[in-house]
């Protein structure tokens, strides 16, 4: 897995100097949740209903099931021949296949890497 993002950050993305989201209603949706994610890394880890640890828990949740919607269109897109497979992080991650020609990542090891890995992603 490391190896095929890296590979996939060498040829693609190698001396650009940032990634840029869409613009629009979802890009929007992504930058308040992240924001609300990093305010709550600082806070103390009280999980309680209004504290900032729990709010970053709760846009965390929200980050990943719109990328989980993200994954989807991407995939049909891929299905539909409308996509390239090396067209961006997620689509490249998608189109890894296993000895059985069948997806070898799972959506959530996906979303992990999309939000936790160390390089960006073109959403």
Known sequence: MDKEVRRHLEIHWQRKQQVKLER????EAFVACFQEMIEGMWSVPINLPFTCYNCSLRASARVQNMLKDVIREKRVELERKAASPRQDLITCLLSIRNED???????????????????????
């Not at 020609?101 to 959403?123: F, P, Q, S, T």
């Open 24 to 27: 629009g209603g979802r890009r």
């Open 101 to 123: 020609n069948e997806e070898a990542l799972a959506v959530d090891e996906i979303v992990h890497n999309v939000i936790y890995g160390r390089h960006g992603c073109r959403i």
